[in-house]
């Protein structure tokens, strides 16, 4: 299950760049699951957080 620590979260957007099917950012600027998919641009997305906010 994929996960992202909203306290962390900057919202900077990489993950939405990188997987757009999983993730998106919400109306408070941060990160969130849209649809839980594994697919391989989930952990080029979470290598991309530059705080480490996402998980699996």
């Given amino acids: 299950m994929i996960k992202i620590d909203r ?11 990188i997987c757009s099917e999983v993730f998106e950012i919400d109306k408070n600027g941060k990160s969130r699951i849209k649809q839980q998919k594994n697919t391989s641009c989930v952990d080029k997305a979470i290598k991309s957080c530059p705080v480490g906010a996402i998980t699996k």
């Fill in 7 to 17: 306290d962390l979260c900057i919202g900077c957007g990489a993950c939405v760049a």
